[in-house]
């Protein structure tokens, strides 16, 4: 009895793990917070994209949430954009940083390497650590994949952090 016993739970068990969270309409409790962590994600994207300082309370919000789940390194890296959008403190912002290019995110990797090469944020270069995070990122999927290209990267991350142009409703009316 034991046996068929072993036998039933392995089989049940199996069929639990073959619901993936990726399977849409699968009501998976896994699917449901992937799914919110993708709208956290995308939602504050959104809000700092838009260049409106006051949307960045929220976009703070979704991004901590987003943050518990985050294994990529994504939630850190917007994390960091919008700290230095806000007047970085820019140790908070490097250790972000740090810990998003550690979970291999790209564009984290490249903002470091911007970091230390310009310097951005810091009064000094640091060639050595600037190199190093180059040729971290020369390590990284993405870039064996050939996309984003390094040089892309960068023009990504110079655009999140460069000031974000004036909204349309902020720009005064032309002159009649």
Excluded at 16 to 24: L, T
């Amino acid at each position: 009895m034991g046996k068929w016993m072993a036998i039933g739970m392995a089989l049940a068990l199996a069929g639990c793990a073959s619901h993936s969270c990726d399977e849409p309409l699968s009501g998976s409790p896994c699917r449901e917070e992937r799914l919110l962590h993708q709208n956290d994600m995308l939602q504050a994207k959104l809000l700092l994209a838009s260049g409106d300082p006051e949307n960045y309370e929220l976009a703070k919000a979704l991004l901590d949430r987003a943050a518990t789940q985050d294994t990529t390194g994504e939630a850190e890296f917007y994390q960091a954009v919008l700290m230095i959008r806000q007047g970085p403190e820019v140790d908070e912002v490097l250790a972000l940083l740090e810990r998003a290019a550690g979970k291999g995110h790209p564009h984290a990797t490249a903002l470091l390497y911007k970091v230390y090469a310009e310097p951005y944020l810091l009064s000094t270069a640091d060639p050595r650590k600037a190199n190093a995070y180059r040729a971290a990122y020369a390590n990284l999927d993405v870039a064996k994949s050939g996309y984003p290209s390094f040089e892309q990267a960068l023009k990504v991350v110079n655009a999140l952090v460069t000031e974000p142009p004036a909204t349309a409703a902020a720009q005064p009316e032309p002159a009649q």
